[in-house]
């Protein structure tokens, strides 16, 4: 009996000592799990940041794009106009040497012979003095039509010079007067898409809005029209007129296919889309 005694009593220390193990892992696992559950939670947490920072860089890039198709916009009407004014001073020209070939020959069918008197060398003399003034005359006055055309490119690049210097009020302003001033210009299109972009770049979109549909309204020949129109759109969603802005830049993809104007459309479509609007 008293070798049984110690037997018995391994037998219970081996039970308890399964127990504590047991217990052991039990709470080992369980840390471990708690361990994996706080993992996961801060990697969700980094990972809902970086998305975070992401837009905001996605952001910050369509700021500077917008900024330079901005800038690309203005230095495209520069190659336009150098290109307007080349084409003028060319067709100035050669008016010009048009009437004094036109002069000249009118002078020499009206030259005549010298008379056997005293006064017909005077009268021929002031005869051709005065056909000298007239061509002197011809070739320093400018035609009417230049004079104009000038004026009308000059008041234009006045307005256009404070649109490049920043000044958009102003510049909006003498746009509309360049308007009333030369409603028949060519140029007259032109200036009012200016208006537009005026009121765009101080972000008054509500007014941008008005003022691009009058260039399409009122100009709808002019090559600033598919520009008008994708301002419209952006116009639109910087208002937060989701489907209008949609409608519009669908327009410019669908009647201008495979442009500059319809790639830009189609992206902020595309940003739209992404952005569940």
């Given at each position: 009996m008293r070798r049984l005694v110690p037997v018995g009593l391994a037998l219970v220390l081996l039970n308890a000592a399964g127990s504590a193990m047991a217990a052991g892992l039990f709470e080992r696992k369980d840390a471990s799990k708690g361990g994996a559950a706080q993992v996961a939670q801060a990697s969700s947490t980094a990972t809902r940041e970086s998305l975070a920072d992401l837009l905001l860089q996605l952001e910050q890039l369509q700021a500077e794009v917008r900024d330079l198709r901005g800038q690309l916009e203005v230095q495209t009407h520069e190659?336009?106009?150098?290109?307007?004014?080349?084409?003028?001073?060319?067709?100035?020209?050669?008016?010009?040497?048009?009437?004094?070939?036109?002069?000249?020959?009118?002078?020499?069918?009206?030259?005549?012979?010298?008379?056997?008197?005293?006064?017909?060398?005077?009268?021929a003399g002031a005869a051709a003095g005065?056909?000298?003034?007239?061509?002197?005359?011809?070739?320093?006055?400018?035609?009417?039509?230049?004079?104009?055309?000038?004026?009308?490119?000059?008041?234009?690049?006045?307005?256009?010079?404070?649109?490049?210097?920043?000044?958009y009020e102003r510049a909006a302003k003498s746009f509309r007067e360049f308007i009333e001033q030369h409603p028949t210009s060519p140029l007259a299109?032109?200036?009012?898409?200016?208006?537009?972009?005026?009121?765009?770049?101080?972000?008054?979109?509500?007014v941008a809005v008005?003022?691009?549909?009058?260039?399409?309204?009122?100009?709808?020949?002019?090559?600033?029209?598919?520009?008008?129109?994708?301002?419209?759109?952006?116009?639109?969603?910087?208002?937060?007129?989701y489907p209008k802005s949609r409608e519009n830049l669908t327009r410019v993809v669908k009647q201008y296919p495979n442009t500059t104007v319809a790639k830009s459309a189609e992206g902020r479509l595309n940003l739209m889309k992404k952005e569940g609007r």
């Open positions: 190659v336009e106009k150098l290109k307007a004014r080349n084409r003028d001073l060319t067709n100035d020209l050669d008016q010009r040497l048009r009437n004094l070939e036109r002069r000249g020959g009118a002078a020499m069918s009206g030259v005549v012979e010298p008379a056997p008197s005293a006064v017909a060398p005077a009268a005065a056909a000298a003034s007239s061509t002197t005359r011809a070739s320093v006055a400018p035609p009417p039509a230049a004079k104009a055309a000038a004026s009308d490119q000059e008041d234009y690049d006045a307005a256009f010079a404070l649109m490049k210097q920043g000044f299109g032109n200036a009012q898409y200016w208006i537009g972009e005026a009121s765009y770049y101080v972000r008054n979109f509500k008005d003022e691009f549909q009058r260039v399409v309204a009122k100009y709808p020949s002019n090559g600033k029209v598919p520009d008008a129109m994708l301002k419209i759109g952006y116009s639109y969603y910087e208002l937060g007129d």
